[in-house]
């Protein structure tokens, strides 16, 4: 499964931007969808995900209200809505693939739990 993804940019605080991640190869509709980040001297954190279904999202506390995952199913493409940005918000973004269960489902936090990842896109929030 190969992953790419795409949107990133330079924003002002407040503003949105969307991020897009296709996926292709081997791909299937059982995969939990997940948008992680990454700040420079920072750890990888868990973003947002979606499961297979897209009927269950998950967020971070830091996103919620602000951030919406979804994903096209036809289109093998995840995409996270990133509104009312903030400056803490700047980091490299990655999208990252697993096979939905419950076990990922329980494990959803960490970036060892997933199979695949893309090249990640920058987004930086400027005050």
């Known amino acids: 499964v190969q992953l790419q993804a795409s949107g990133g940019g330079l924003v002002q605080a407040g503003g949105s931007l969307r991020l897009s991640c296709e996926a292709s190869?081997?791909?299937?509709?059982?995969?939990?969808m997940a948008w992680f980040r990454q700040a420079p001297g920072q750890e990888r954190e868990f973003v947002a995900g979606?499961?297979?279904?897209?009927?269950?999202?998950y967020y971070v506390d830091s996103v919620k209200g602000r951030y919406t995952v979804s994903r096209d199913t036809v289109k093998n493409t995840v995409y996270l809505q990133m509104n009312s940005l903030k400056p803490d918000d700047t980091a490299v973004y990655y999208c990252?693939?697993?096979?939905?269960?419950?076990?990922?489902?329980?494990?959803?936090?960490?970036?060892?739990?997933?199979?695949?990842w893309g090249q990640g896109t920058q987004v930086t929030v400027s005050s």
């Open positions: 990252a693939v697993g096979l939905d269960t419950i076990d990922l489902r329980s494990r959803r936090y960490d970036s060892k739990s997933y199979d695949h």
């Open positions: 979606i499961t297979a279904s897209g009927r269950t999202t």
């Open positions: 190869g081997h791909t299937n509709n059982r995969f939990l």
